[in-house]
């Protein structure tokens, strides 16, 4: 089992940035694919991104392609999301996961692992 610690989440106006940090522990980070989800108030949780075991393969959900990249540097054991040109409708808790295997999911049911959530809030 894999421990997850994601940092970065904030306030911010609407068009600003945010990256996210998620630090892992306890197993071989770098076999394993790892996501981001999120919740707002109210909704299910939903799919973010996610980023093969090594870096060379990534999804994203259309509500934020082409704002938000998800990244790895597998020698820190940490995975970021950077989150730029940020819409109100993307306040939520954000959850880092990782995988059961070494290519990413849309789907939460294919993460073994996740963090406690970081909140990023932004204001119109």
């Known amino acids: 089992q894999v421990q997850l610690v994601e940092s970065g989440g904030g306030l911010v106006q609407a068009g600003g940035s945010l990256r996210l940090s998620c630090a892992a522990s306890?197993?071989?980070?770098?076999?394993?694919?790892m996501g981001w989800f999120r919740q707002a108030p109210g909704k299910e949780r939903e799919f973010v991104a996610h980023i093969s075991w090594s870096g060379g393969a990534t999804y994203y959900a259309e509500s934020v392609k082409g704002r938000f990249t998800i990244s790895r540097d597998n020698a820190k054991n940490t995975v970021y999301l950077q989150m730029n040109s940020l819409k109100p409708e993307d306040t939520a808790a954000y959850y880092c996961a990782g995988g059961r295997s070494p290519f990413g999911s849309r789907y939460a049911r294919e993460y073994a692992s996740w963090g406690q959530g970081t909140q990023v809030t932004v204001s119109s």
């Open positions: 306890g197993r071989t980070f770098s076999s394993y694919a």
